[in-house]
Nanobody, 130 residues
């Protein structure tokens, strides 16, 4: 059974940094991808970033490019989201999701399409104060 556990959220001032972690369990091979999504109150869920364990390919939403960095430690089956220069508009519940099989995000036309993801973890709250 695949399980995802997100952690690392918190309260930070604008301009600050946080690192989120998504620990995955239950995968038997590195043919999966993990994405971070976020949902702010009254807004639709949006994709933030994703990484493929198969080939290390990554994608980012335009709103976070240059500020967020996604990385993975396949030995630990953990994906990290380093968030720098945080803005109040980054405030949201952040959740990680996984899709499998995955052979690289370069093959995926719309990598943040939620039906692509089979497994979802509980979110972690990120609050950025101005």
């Amino acid at each position: 059974e695949v399980q995802l556990q997100a952690s690392g959220g918190g309260l930070v001032q604008a301009g600050g940094s946080l690192r989120l972690s998504c620990a995955a369990s239950g995968f038997t091979a590195d043919n999966y991808a993990i994405a971070w999504f976020r949902q702010a109150p009254g807004k639709e869920r949006e994709g933030v970033s994703a990484i493929s364990a198969a080939d290390g390919s990554t994608v980012y939403a335009d709103s976070v490019k240059g500020r967020f960095t996604i990385s993975s430690d396949n030995a630990k089956s953990t994906v990290y989201l380093e968030m720098n220069n945080l803005k109040p508009e980054d405030t949201a519940i952040y959740s990680c999701a996984a899709r499998s099989p995955d052979y690289g995000l370069g093959h995926v036309i719309r990598p943040f399409l939620t039906p692509l993801y089979d497994y979802w973890g509980r979110g972690t709250q990120v609050t950025v104060s101005s």
